[in-house]
């Protein structure tokens, strides 16, 4: 069974520009939940989507979104990079059907704004 | 504002004895405890869970313990193996949200 794949690993951007991150989840597995990973902030919750609705939405601005298509693929977007917006963003799913279960994380992919 | 809190940012330890990881919470409605091991440049690995219903779970090595009065959970490794040294993240859910510590950076050392 293929894990989580997120893609790109690597990406170079500068101030202003935007991004797209993408994030296929396990299969069978209808929740995805995206963070953003900073030296000494640990993760911090940026949304969780389940069958194609922002079930949560952590406390971030307005230039974080995302989506998740009907495959449940999702992507997130981050719009007018600042230098702050550099980490390692990572993508978990889980099966989260009312229950809890574990989430699963692909590998991230490490933004860097310059 | 930080709900789930790893105070220790490091522990080191000497390979063969116990590892012991701290996790404070202040959210009530958390009601599933997860940790997770993670290595650089990979995502989380899941290690083990607990549910608010209980107080203790075990799964080979590692054995995590909650007490829900002083909202405080435990990660027990024993015995402490080279291969243990990651960053170790405690987790909590509540409305499909998974809330992490900072982490706590394990050394183990031969």
């Known amino acids: 069974k293929a894990g989580v794949t997120q893609t790109p690993r690597y990406l170079i951007k500068t101030r202003g520009q935007q991004v797209t991150l993408s994030c296929s989840p396990i299969?069978?597995?209808?929740?995805v939940s995206w963070y953003q990973q900073t030296p000494g902030q640990g993760l911090q919750f940026l949304f969780e989507?389940?069958?194609?609705?922002?079930?949560n939405k952590g406390n971030f601005p307005g230039r974080f979104s995302g989506r998740q298509f009907s495959n449940s693929r999702s992507e997130m977007n981050v719009s007018t990079l600042e230098l702050g917006d550099s980490a390692l963003y990572l993508c978990?799913?889980?099966?989260?059907?009312?229950?809890?279960?574990?989430?699963?994380f692909g590998q991230g992919t490490r933004l860097t704004v310059v | 504002d930080q709900q789930v809190k790893q105070n220790s940012p490091s522990l080191s330890v000497q390979e063969g004895r116990i590892s012991i990881l701290n996790c404070d919470y202040t959210?009530?409605?958390?009601?599933?405890f997860l940790w997770y091991k993670k290595y650089p440049a990979e995502g989380p690995t899941f290690l083990i869970s607990?549910?608010?219903?209980?107080d203790k779970n075990e799964d080979g090595r590692f054995t995590v313990f909650l007490n829900k009065s002083a909202k405080h959970l435990s990660l027990h490794i024993v015995p402490s193996q080279p291969g243990d040294s990651a960053v170790y993240f405690c987790?909590?859910?509540?409305?499909?949200?998974?809330?992490f510590g900072a982490g706590t950076t394990v050394t183990v050392r031969a």
């Open positions: 978990a799913s889980s099966l989260a059907e009312g229950e809890n279960t574990e989430a699963f």
């Open positions: 959210n009530s409605m958390f009601d599933y």
């Open positions: 987790a909590a859910t509540a409305d499909y949200k998974l809330s």
């Open positions: 299969s069978g597995h209808r929740s």
């Open positions: 607990i549910s608010s219903i209980k």
């Open positions: 989507y389940f069958s194609e609705t922002q079930r």
